[in-house]
């Protein structure tokens, strides 16, 4: 399982002498379906601002308005992993002037 790749990459990655920053994240939702869903629901709640000049944002935004009917729904899981509290903690850039770009709004 996760445990068993993750000790692999990281053994391999020191063979190697390189680093790698294996992070460990705080949901537990390891189902996809379950971790859209959650993520749809913050979508859903006005807690997700996407700038849509952003790389991926129609890939984003086709998944988004046909998920589930979906034969692949990456832009929408990558997406819903960095919303776990450990990945927007560590890893999210946070964006200083806001006001200078268009957001998507799903109430729209």
Do not use: W
């Not at 790698?20 to 959650?38: C, E, F």
């Amino acid at each position: 399982g996760g445990y068993i790749f993750r000790e692999s990459l990281q053994e391999e990655a020191n063979k190697r002498g390189q680093y790698i920053n294996i992070i460990n994240l705080k949901s537990k939702q390891t189902h996809k379906a379950s971790r859209i869903t959650a993520f749809l629901n913050t979508v859903q709640a006005g807690n997700f601002h996407i700038v849509k000049d952003c790389p991926g944002y129609f890939d984003f935004m086709e998944q988004y308005t046909d998920y589930p009917g979906l034969d692949h729904e990456d832009a929408l899981d990558a997406v819903a992993y960095s919303c776990d509290p450990t990945i927007m903690e560590n890893v999210v850039p946070v964006v200083a002037a806001m006001d200078d770009y268009e957001y998507f709004d799903p109430q729209q």
